[in-house]
Each structure stands twice: as structure tokens, then as C-alpha cells.
């Protein structure tokens, strides 16, 4: 690997210390664009005062990101161990030396870009401008709060973000490393080269490296390159980068958040949809795999053009809420986005942050809630990113039995040191911020509240009470609660947690993690290990539906079938189910029959809606062509009818998370493998009868009791023949007798389809 020449790496005294003046930090709101588009554009000057205020009016400019420079025929004769940025440098250097020979650099002194090197285009000033300004956009009270793990904005201060300094358009960077000694920014616009931007170490202990580089602007790539306390030299991406080069590249873009938002009315009355008594059915998404170019199918949809095709769908088909699978940056497309590179960009496989924002604010225009994954339980270990990221151990532990995920072969977080605890509060933030989101998925987080989660004895440390809970990560968690609810009281936080641990869908100030709701995993696996058995052997397996109802209210919990079901061999959900075809297809309606009725919110993963018959294959489209069948598209339909079922009967969502919504007509009868319950809401008038036939055999004159006299009407039947049915049902309303029957003084005679769920409601 080319080294780089000693005479370019000035002394870490004389660029790191010079220090700033009082009250120099600025404030300059990010979503505000300066209109450069690469470094050659013309750039307008922005003016003092629209630094002062929040531009909402002002129109977006889009950006186009500065490509890397193309390989040359020596580099693509490269060895594999010499680095593009190292051939570059080697080469400005070889250059510099024919111009200046062998002059060094001055102590102090920072070597000054030629002008001719400067764009044409830009703004002429009479102030004498450096490579690198001194500039900060920090205040001692913003150091404060970053060293005590309370900033939570800290991307309105580290990373990049153009601003005007002195009447130039330039680049302010911050960026945290604490223990290099050198620390300068290498792009295009130096030629990579690592000792003519070097960025100024502050004063005051906070490790932050910082400074203003003119004439550069959006769409400029670069990173950080890093000479650690031990002489280890690093090119490392932006932490807080608001874009990425799409990979395999691995470099940080210049970029800004700013939109002009359109969701106004559903920001305003979010509340509504986003409340523990309303539904929540979401549809879980990854944006890669839901459909392809049709006429290239190796390629994405970006953001707004998916939008065209997706949110008409999921309107159609009745969900509240889509979640979408991490569209955080990532380098390795196979991880499905949960190995995250970058906490503050939307990745660039699908376009850019303001086209991600147009489908956030489409699926808004039509009522549809977004959540986002979210991963703080672990990061990977690629060279550009994170781990060691100024030569130590800086976001992750050090010690390697706290430090590093044996299943996923990535690193943890170190939740006890408050930068990082910052760092990661102020990136679910962001994105409920800038990106209006309306709620965060957190993943893994079973893996971060114990210490010996997937490990051997002898391959943990016990907490300093000889446990295995990890208390770090457990404050930390709470902490992340607080602030989101508390800055975003609208929104709601989903833990996937399988475990046993108490209260973490519970508030903080009662000993709860926070969260608004959790995956209900148990459920899940038991529910599925029912429905996979051969009808036949399903009485003696009656308690696995019946156990769910003595643990369903200790947590606010959410019903999930995931994408986590369907891959690895586990196969497609119509291939768990048992029997001939139409006895499949009979079960799965009656499966997500089930789940519709039973007490908690609902989630169901792309393709299961219309029983995709291949596992899920993040690398192509769904298999849309099977919806032309009968069976697919009855299916379909199903799914549809049960979402609005959900939607419009209260009694399935007013009090979905209190024991009182719920009640037992007959959960006994584990002879015929028949279910019976009622779902109440907070008006009497509401409620439904759920009954539930787990056996191909067709029940007549089935006495049901119900909870009041009456005539009782078929709401729902998953034996409906278009739904691929055979068509047995109860058509005409049914009149209650005054005959007891389950404990009840009045009752209704019924006839109860094959492998299917019947709903009722009184008229």
C-alpha cells in the first residue's frame, strides 16, 4: 500500500489546536438546501438572515452525487492491496512535488489549494480563505449535553452540512474521534489527498474534529481519513453522513434533508391512527423484493416510483400501517438492511432522502401510518464504517464478550458510554424527525437485555450483580423510550422481544423498557405449530390456541407473521399448512382468521396475503403472477375482508390490550377442535362472536350462547366462496332462544363451514 509522504502529514500540534473563537458557533438550520449541484455549478450565496429561520417555503433543489472518478487502465492493474485513494494521493503527490519541489509545509501553516483548482463558478470574496476555516456549530452547552449522553440532535451538529462562511459556500464537518491524532477530509476535491484538509481537534475534550472547507457542496463524496493514537491509518465514512455511494462503494455524499412536506393533515391528527385503542394491521415491507422493474427485473424501483404501485395496494388491501424492512444504509444487500452503515441515511439502492420522503408522504396523503426497523442491537464490522473507528473501540466494546454478536458476526454497541448512547437516541429521532416517521420497530432487542444471549458459559461477564441482564442496554432502552414519547407523543416504539422479560411494553415511571407494544413471539410459534399439524391430531393439541389468552395482557403485544417465517427452509406460509390443496388454503384463511380476532395489533409479511407458494427471495419480485389463480387470489381477497372486518368492528381494537376485551364462550371443546369467544369493545352493542373450526368436518345446528337476545348476523365467513370457499354458511340473520347454553341464557343455533372462521355481531 502506497504510504503517504512524511512532509504531508503535518504535526497533530499544529492541526488540531488552533482555537476557536468565542461565541463562533453557528446555527444554520439543515433542512435548508444550498442550491449547489456539484462543485463546478453555480452556487447561490445564502444571505445571513435565511441562516436564522426554518426555510419551509423554500423549493427543493435536487442533487446528483459526485460519481468516484472512473479507473484508469494502471489501476485496474492494480495489486489487490493498493487502495484507489492511496493511488490518487500518491499521485497528487507526485504532482505537487513537480510544482513545489521539495518545499515543506511550514509548522502551523495548512497548504493552500491552488486556484486553479477552485471551481470557476463560484463566488469571488476578498477575505482570504484556508483550506480548512476555523468554523464550529457547536456552543459549550451542545458539548455539555453531547459528553453527559443528552444530545439528541446531534445531527443538526455532527456530520456535514453546507453553509456560507466569509461570503463563501463551502462544507462545515464534525466528527467524533477521540483518540486520533490527525484527523482530515479526502474527496474528490483534493484528489483523496490526506494532508490537505485537515480538520481542527477541540479544545475542550469533547474529541470532536471540525472545520469549514469552501467551495465544496451537495453531492460532494468524501471521507474522514484517520491517523488513530498508535500510528494506524484509516479512511473511514461519515457517522452521521445524510447519504452514501451506493455499494459497493463505500464513500460518504454531502447532502441535505430538506422537503417540502405535504402530509400536513396527517401529521395534525396522527394521534388518531396511531392511538392503542384504534386498529393497527401492518403490512411489513422490503422495498427491494415487493416488485421489480418489469421490463428489467435486476433492477429497483426507487422510492417514487414504487410509491405509484405500493400505496394504491396496501390502501386497496386495508392496512393502517406498513413497516418497512431497514432502508438505513447498508453495504451488504443479503443482510435485508439489519447490518446498518449509516444511522442517518436512506439508502441510495432506491434513490435519494427526498424521494424516500415522497413515499413516506403518499402512503400519509391516503391515512397509512409508516413505521421504520431500526437497529441499535448491533452494527457489521466493514473498514469504512463504525467499528474501531478512530483506531479503538470507540462505539463498541471492547471486550470481545461484550462486545461482538456470535449469530450475526457483528459488533455491539457500547450503551454505557454516553456519546454512543447519543449517537444512537439521536438517529431514532431523526428519522421520526426529518423523515416523519410514525413509529420505530426496534430489532433485536432481546439480544441486548441479557449478556449470555446465544453465549456458553464462560463466554459472558455477569453484570455487578452476578446477572446476566445487560443494565446498561436496559437504561439505555428506557432512555430511547423517554425521548422519543416525549419529543413525539404520536408515534409508537414495537419491540421484536422474545423472551420473558418483564414489562417491556410498560412505562418507564413503572418499572417498564417503554415501548408501546411488543412482538408476541410466543404466539407466533405456537399458533404455527398448531396449524402445520394434520387436522386429526389437533384435539390433543387444543392448549397451544388456549395458552396465548392467559399471558395475552400482560404486555401490549402484536401478532406477528414476518419475513423471519419464511426463509431459511422454513418455507411459505401456505406450504406450512396441512391436507390437500383446498384444505391448505382453507387453513391459512383460517389461521389469519385467527389472528385478526385474537386480542393485539396485527402483522403479516409481504406475499403471505396472497399465499406466495416460494419462501421469500429478497434478490427478486414477488411472484405476482399466481394472483391470477382462484386459490391466490381468494386469498387475497380474505386478507382484504379481515383487515376491514378489523378496521370497522370496535370491539376488535377498543380495548385490544385490556383483559376485558375478551371472553370465553367455549374453549373446551377440544373433542371437535372447535373455538369459541367473544370480543368486546367499550360499547355492548359491539360485540362479536368468534367461532373457530380447526377440522375439515361440517357442524349443523351448533348451539352457540351469546351475550345477549337477539338476531345474530354472519359478519364474516373464511368459508365464503370468493374467498376459494366452499361456500358453506349462515345467511340469513339468526334469532336467539331463550335456551341456556355455555353458561349463557340465550343462544343461537348455527352451522359452522370446514376449516374456517365464523363472525358474528347482533343487528
Avoid at 488540531?16 to 447561490?44: H, I
Avoid at 480538520?199 to 451537495?218: K, T
Avoid at 415487493?290 to 414504487?306: G, K, V
Wanted: hydrophobic residues 35%.
Amino acid at each position: 500500500m502506497a504510504k503517504q509522504s512524511k512532509k504531508d502529514k503535518p504535526a497533530a500540534a499544529a492541526l488540531g489546536e488552533t482555537p476557536l473563537a468565542e461565541g463562533q458557533a453557528a446555527s444554520f438550520p439543515e433542512s435548508q438546501p444550498v442550491n449547489t449541484k456539484k462543485t463546478t455549478a453555480k452556487v447561490k450565496v445564502v444571505s445571513p438572515a435565511q441562516t436564522e429561520t426554518f426555510p419551509e417555503s423554500q423549493p427543493v433543489k435536487a442533487t446528483k452525487a459526485t460519481a468516484r472518478k472512473s479507473k484508469s487502465t494502471a489501476e485496474a492493474d492494480l495489486p489487490a492491496e493498493v487502495s484507489v485513494s492511496d493511488l490518487i494521493t500518491e499521485i497528487a503527490e507526485k504532482k505537487k512535488t513537480k510544482t513545489s519541489g521539495s518545499k515543506k509545509i511550514a509548522a502551523g501553516k495548512l497548504p493552500v489549494i491552488p486556484e486553479t483548482a477552485k471551481p470557476s463558478a463560484l463566488p469571488v470574496t476578498s477575505a482570504s480563505v484556508n483550506p480548512v476555516e476555523v468554523y464550529s456549530r457547536f456552543t459549550d452547552y451542545d458539548i455539555s449535553l453531547f459528553k453527559g449522553g443528552k444530545h439528541f440532535k446531534l445531527y443538526d451538529k455532527l456530520g456535514s452540512h453546507v453553509v456560507t462562511h466569509k461570503d463563501v459556500v463551502g462544507t462545515y464537518f464534525a466528527v467524533w474521534a477521540p483518540n486520533a491524532q490527525y484527523v482530515s477530509v479526502i474527496g474528490n476535491f483534493n484528489g483523496w489527498n490526506r494532508g490537505t484538509h485537515a480538520l481542527n481537534h477541540r479544545w475542550d475534550g469533547s474529541g470532536i474534529w471540525e472545520g469549514f472547507i469552501p467551495h465544496i457542496g451537495d453531492g460532494e463524496v468524501y471521507k474522514y481519513f484517520i491517523n488513530s493514537h498508535n500510528g494506524e491509518e484509516l479512511e473511514k465514512g461519515d457517522p452521521f453522513a445524510l447519504r452514501w455511494e451506493e455499494a459497493p462503494l463505500t464513500a460518504s455524499i454531502v447532502a441535505h434533508t430538506y422537503y417540502e412536506w405535504n402530509d400536513t393533515q396527517w401529521m395534525a391528527n396522527r394521534y388518531q391512527y396511531n392511538a392503542l385503542d384504534k386498529p393497527y394491521s401492518v403490512y411489513e415491507i422490503h422495498l427491494g423484493s415487493w416488485a421489480r422493474n418489469d421490463e428489467s427485473p435486476n433492477e429497483f424501483y426507487t422510492y417514487n416510483q414504487i410509491a405509484e404501485r405500493l400505496v394504491p395496494y396496501v390502501k386497496e388491501m386495508g392496512f393502517t400501517h406498513v413497516e418497512l424492512m431497514p432502508i438505513m444504509e447498508h453495504p451488504y444487500y443479503p443482510s435485508w438492511g439489519y447490518q446498518l452503515t449509516g444511522f442517518f441515511a436512506a439508502t441510495s439502492r432506491y434513490g435519494t432522502p427526498q424521494q424516500l420522503m415522497y413515499l413516506i408522504e403518499r402512503f400519509h396523503q391516503e391515512g397509512i401510518g409508516v413505521i421504520l426497523d431500526w437497529v441499535p442491537s448491533h452494527f457489521p464490522g466493514d473498514a469504512h464504517a463504525l467499528y474501531r473507528f478512530d483506531g479503538t473501540h470507540l462505539y463498541e466494546h471492547e471486550d470481545v464478550r461484550q462486545g461482538y454478536h456470535p449469530d450475526w458476526t457483528s459488533y455491539i454497541f457500547n450503551y454505557g458510554r454516553n456519546e454512543v448512547k447519543a449517537f444512537l437516541i439521536s438517529s431514532a429521532l431523526f428519522w421520526l424527525d426529518r423523515y416523519h416517521a410514525d413509529g420505530l420497530r426496534v430489532d433485536g432487542v432481546a439480544s441486548m437485555l441479557y449478556l449470555d444471549y446465544s453465549r456458553n458459559e464462560g463466554e459472558w461477564i455477569p453484570n455487578q450483580f452476578g446477572g446476566n441482564h445487560n443494565l446498561e442496554a436496559i437504561e439505555f432502552l428506557k432512555e430511547f423510550n423517554l425521548a422519543v414519547y416525549s419529543t413525539f407523543p404520536d408515534v409508537q416504539t414495537i419491540a421484536e422481544e422474545s423472551t420473558s422479560f418483564h414489562g417491556v411494553s410498560r412505562p418507564v415511571y413503572s418499572g417498564g423498557l417503554g415501548f408501546g407494544m411488543k412482538w408476541m413471539m410466543g404466539w407466533m410459534h405456537d399458533t404455527l405449530g398448531y396449524f402445520k399439524r394434520d387436522p386429526v391430531y389437533r384435539s390433543h393439541h387444543h392448549n397451544d390456541l388456549t395458552f396465548s389468552l392467559i399471558y395475552a395482557f400482560t404486555e401490549n403485544f402484536m401478532l406477528p407473521f414476518s419475513h423471519d417465517e419464511v426463509v431459511y427452509g422454513k418455507g411459505a406460509m401456505i406450504n406450512k399448512m396441512p391436507g390437500d390443496e383446498w384444505q391448505r388454503y382453507a387453513n391459512l384463511r383460517l389461521m389469519y382468521s385467527y389472528m385478526f380476532t385474537h386480542p393485539g395489533s396485527k402483522l403479516l409479511f409481504m406475499g403471505a396475503e396472497f399465499a406466495q407458494n416460494s419462501e421469500w427471495d429478497f434478490g427478486k419480485s414477488l411472484d405476482w403472477w399466481v394472483t391470477q389463480f382462484d386459490c391466490h387470489a381468494g386469498m387475497q381477497e380474505a386478507v382484504k375482508a379481515l383487515n376491514h372486518l378489523y378496521r370497522n368492528e370496535p370491539a376488535l381494537y377498543e380495548k385490544g390490550f385490556e383483559a376485558s376485551s375478551f371472553e370465553w364462550i367455549d374453549g373446551g371443546n377440544a373433542k371437535d377442535s372447535i373455538l369459541i369467544y367473544a370480543r368486546k369493545g367499550h360499547d355492548a352493542v359491539n360485540d362479536v362472536i368468534v367461532v373457530l373450526n380447526m377440522t375439515p368436518a361440517v357442524h349443523y345446528h351448533y348451539r352457540v350462547g351469546v351475550t345477549s337476545a337477539g338476531q345474530w348476523k354472519e359478519l364474516f365467513n373464511s368459508d365464503n366462496k370468493k374467498y376459494w370457499g366452499s361456500g358453506v354458511d349462515n345467511p340469513l340473520p339468526l334469532a336467539s332462544e331463550p335456551q341456556g347454553w355455555h353458561g349463557r341464557e340465550n343462544s343461537i343455533s348455527i352451522t359452522i363451514p370446514p376449516l374456517s372462521a365464523v363472525v358474528f355481531k347482533q343487528v
